[in-house]
């Protein structure tokens, strides 16, 4: 008997003109697929989303910021440490550049040039120059070429650098000003090409007379460790301060994640929809079938086993749904930019036009296409229950006393 549950749930599910053929039925796999397909794609452009947004944001700012008075102990423990991808002296300030009759804020990093490959990606982005031109007196920039469109600005220009420097007691601004060469340009497409220009850290130094801490940026092989690292290298010898990138770029990406699983919720009810036209079905199926039920009980089915049958029914429309919208998801997701602009040369349109990206990009991630998967392989088994249950509660007498 053990097999029964199985056999009699397959066979209606597979067999007669009411039972897996049924509108209910066909809506109950499409609405699954089109839900799982769904999934697949958004949640695979969101992490595509948050690939690039981090490589092109993070991949340039500091992951840590270290001030030290003792460099030397500082630079034996972060070459000991495993969670270092790169190290270097570091420099950071805000400051105004002005060229001719335009201006702008921008950040102003003053750099190692020659250190500046293992620590970021801007010496792979740039477009014109070279960040070793960025010698010490050299008074030589290098700018985002937008920032640099936005100015009116070309290689061998001079533009004026204006930085607000607080004085030690805090109770008065002094402006330092230079006069600065710009010997190249960078393109990382992202909000930095707006508001970022690199400097050699010698020359910086020299324009805000720093005589503070010395600052060391370090990049990470994890950037989410940033914070339990900063906790770790407040405790080495000598460090006086510890800043990361969750301070500058935290809620940014937060309010990234948390779209992403809004997106993921919402879409979820796709699944749970269909859910409910499962619940409807196998209703039905149970209203239609109260007399071979009856049957089966009289026979020796168990009410546990009837309602066996009754939940492998509706989970073989809710496994096929599933593996039927991963299989036309998961292609889907990885070509999504193609496919996305071959609607966009159909129409004339551009669908990420005024942004920083050319094309929609895609991340399959194994771990979210489980979720999607296990998600909703458990709404269509709790949607059998209820329905299954109700079947296993007829009582045999009463409904073969009218047949």
Same mark, same amino acid.
């Given at each position: 008997? =053990?097999? @029964?549950? #199985? /056999?009699?749930?397959?066979?209606? =599910?597979?067999?007669?003109?009411?039972?897996?053929?049924?509108?209910?039925s066909r809506v109950s796999?499409?609405? #699954?697929?089109?839900?799982?397909? $769904? #999934? !697949?794609?958004v949640v695979s452009v969101m992490n595509g989303f948050d690939r690039e947004l981090k490589h092109r944001i993070l %991949?340039? @700012?500091?992951?840590?910021? /270290?001030?030290?008075?003792e460099p030397a102990a500082l630079r034996q423990w972060l070459a000991a440490s495993k969670d270092v991808a790169g190290f270097a002296p570091f420099l950071r300030r805000s400051g105004l550049v002005i060229h001719g009759q335009q201006t702008r804020l921008v950040s102003v990093y003053g750099v190692e040039p020659g250190k500046e490959q293992s620590v970021s990606i801007v010496p792979d982005h740039m477009v014109s120059g070279d960040l070793a031109s960025l010698s010490p007196g050299t008074n030589r920039?290098?700018?985002?070429?937008?920032? =640099? *469109?936005?100015?009116?600005?070309?290689?061998?220009?001079t533009i004026t650098l204006i930085i607000p420097e607080p004085s030690r007691g805090g109770n008065a601004?002094?402006? +330092?000003?230079?006069?600065?060469?710009?010997a190249g340009f960078f393109e990382l497409d992202s909000e930095l090409d707006y508001k970022l220009l690199m400097i050699d850290r010698h020359d910086l130094s020299g324009i805000v007379r720093d005589a503070g801490d010395e600052t060391w940026r370090v990049t990470l092989h994890d950037i *989410?460790?940033?914070? $339990?690292? $900063?906790?770790? !290298?407040?405790?080495?010898?000598? @460090? &006086?301060?510890v800043s990361t990138w969750t301070d500058d770029y935290g809620d940014f990406f937060r309010t990234v994640r948390m779209e992403k699983i809004m997106m993921f919720v919402l879409l979820t009810l796709i699944v749970a929809i269909a859910a409910f036209n499962i619940v409807s079905g196998l209703s039905m199926m149970v209203k239609e079938k109260q007399?071979?039920? !009856?049957?089966?009980?009289?026979? %020796?089915?168990?009410?546990?086993?009837?309602?066996?049958?009754? @939940? /492998?029914q509706g989970a073989i429309v809710g496994v096929a749904g599933t593996l039927i919208g991963m299989v036309i998801g998961l292609p889907l997701a990885y070509w999504v930019g193609t496919v996305v602009r071959f609607f966009?040369?159909?129409? %004339? &349109?551009? #669908?990420? $036009?005024?942004?920083?990206?050319? +094309?929609?990009?895609?991340?399959?991630?194994?771990?979210?296409?489980?979720?999607?998967?296990?998600?909703?392989?458990?709404?269509?088994?709790? =949607? &059998?229950?209820?329905?299954?249950?109700?079947a296993s509660r007829l009582r045999p007498a009463e409904v073969l006393r009218y047949e």
């Open positions: 008997m =053990a097999s @029964v549950p #199985l /056999i009699v749930g397959l066979r209606y =599910a597979g067999t007669g003109k009411k039972q897996f053929l049924s509108v209910v796999l499409i609405g #699954l697929v089109l839900g799982v397909v $769904a #999934l !697949a794609v %991949g340039a @700012v500091p992951h840590v910021m /270290i001030e030290t008075k920039v290098v700018l985002g070429r937008p920032l =640099a *469109f936005q100015l009116g600005i070309v290689t061998g220009d601004v002094t402006p +330092r000003m230079a006069r600065l060469v710009v *989410f460790r940033a914070p $339990a690292f $900063a906790a770790e !290298a407040m405790k080495q010898q000598g @460090v &006086t301060g007399a071979d039920i !009856a049957v089966l009980r009289t026979l %020796g089915l168990s009410p546990g086993q009837v309602m066996q049958t009754f @939940v /492998i966009e040369d159909l129409s %004339g &349109t551009r #669908l990420l $036009a005024g942004t920083y990206f050319d +094309r929609v990009p895609s991340d399959l991630r194994t771990p979210d296409l489980a979720v999607i998967v296990l998600v909703s392989l458990l709404i269509s088994l709790l =949607a &059998t229950l209820y329905p299954s249950y109700r």
